[in-house]
Structures are given as C-alpha cells and as structure tokens.
C-alpha cells in the first residue's frame, strides 16, 4: 500500500510544481512592481505546499497556538527541524515568512526558481561568508515588512531531543529588533524521515508560541535568548507529542 500511494503522490507533487509554476510566476509578474517583498508571490509558492498535503492520504497536518494578526510585522520566527515535512505543515499557517534554506534546494529546476520569486534566502551550511550574506538577505527581507523562518538546530533532529540552536537567528532578532516568534513541530518525522523520500503514515502538529520582544537587547543577551526560546519550543514540542499520543 506504501508504494502504490507514493506511486500516486510523487506524480501528482511533480504536477502541482509545473502548474505551479505558472501560478507563481503570473502572480510575481502582477505584483512585483508595488511587492518589493514578494509577500504575494510567496504566499503563492506557500499554496502549492498545501496542495501537496491535501492530495496525501497519509498526512494529517494541523495548526494551532498564536494568531498573528499583522501579517505585516516582520518577525524573526523559529522553529525545531524534524524533517523536510515541516516545509510543508508550516506553509498551512496564514502569514508569509520567507525561508532560510540550503542553496542545494535552490538549484533544482522549477522548484529553486519558484524559491527565487517567492524571495526566500540560500544559505551554504558551514560556509560563514554565505552566512553573513544570508543574515543581510534576511535583514533586507525585515526591512520590506516581511517575516522570515529559520530552523536555528540548523538540521534534522534523528531524536526527541532538540540540537542545540545556533545563534545566528537570534543575533538577526537583537540587531534588528524584531520580536522572535517560536514554533514548536511534532510528529512530520514519521511524514518522511531523514534519510528517505518516501512518504509515510502521520499526525502532525506545529503550535505558535507567543512571540518574544527584543527590543532594548543586545549581542550580551543573546545566549539567554537562544536557551529561553529553545525551552519553549521543547516544552511546547512535548506538550503537542502527548496530544498526537492521545489521538492516536
């Protein structure tokens, strides 16, 4: 049954990305020359990632927590990793973020140039001149009024417990002052685990967590920063692992 439901799904993703493409890229070329942050086009990119959940008869995504009701406040916003499936549960939330993700991902065909459109940032892991670049991409992105995501564990956790977090998301928040929003993920690593392509049988979860203001900190204060939102994140990921545990 696997197979034959990774048989159906992977085509029809591969379609949705090549009709999608042509939604994305009408919606860039309307709205580019008043969009300088390419907040319609992402959002349009985001619809293609829902599209795929919907057409999966394996996953079950759902959102809860925090509503953000400017759309339009730039947050730095943070969340654990547990595998590529949270690209897709994180997308059902109804604000744009535009994300920090490997420059592999941006080389793909189609999909990178969606990337591109939709704005979101490349980052060479472990190549600090393409760190500093992607921090001042995501500075510009802060400055149009639009939010970004990033994964600070910097990978996926193969484990229940949290990597240590990178400062770097949080050093974006402090000199920019914009609040830090956490978001806590469960249960996409049994969507697709790290390692594997291939879909599989889960409930998953993404809560908001209220947002942290960083207004009036400085570089001192990061590494408190980093460990409080690393703990609520935790904390909050657990919370959601029981409620996934009492669902079944």
Not at 28 to 47: E, M, S
Not at 95 to 122: C, H, N, Q, S, Y
Not at 190 to 211: E, H, I, Q, T, Y
Request: one cysteine or more.
């Amino acid at each position: 049954m696997q197979r034959l439901v990774n048989a159906w799904v992977w085509p029809a993703i591969v379609l949705i990305v090549l009709l999608g493409f042509v939604y994305v890229s009408v919606v860039w070329l309307v709205t580019a020359p008043f969009d300088p942050g390419r907040y319609a086009a992402g959002r349009a990119f985001r619809h293609l990632a829902v599209a795929a959940t919907w057409i999966n008869p394996y996953w079950r995504f759902h959102t809860s927590g925090v509503e953000i009701r400017d759309p339009r406040r730039p947050y730095v916003v943070v969340a654990n990793h547990e595998s590529y499936a949270d690209i897709f549960l994180v997308s059902h939330l109804k604000w744009e973020m535009k994300w920090l993700a490997k420059d592999t991902i941006f080389r793909i065909p189609v999909m990178g140039w969606m990337m591109r459109m939709a704005g979101d940032v490349p980052i060479i892991r472990g190549n600090r001149g393409s760190g500093l670049q992607a921090l001042e991409a995501c500075r510009d992105r802060l400055s149009k009024r639009v939010s970004v995501m990033i994964f600070p564990e910097g990978t996926r956790t193969p484990t229940d417990d949290l990597l240590p977090f990178k400062d770097g998301a949080f050093q974006l928040a402090v000199s920019t002052g914009a609040p830090i929003v956490p978001i806590a993920i469960a249960g996409t690593r049994d969507a697709m685990a790290k390692g594997s392509f291939s879909f599989r049988r889960a409930n998953a979860m993404c809560r908001v967590l209220d947002p942290i203001e960083t207004a009036g900190l400085t570089n001192a204060d990061v590494p408190a920063l980093r460990e409080q939102t690393r703990q609520r994140i935790s904390d909050a990921r657990h919370e959601l692992q029981r409620e996934l545990g009492e669902i079944g």
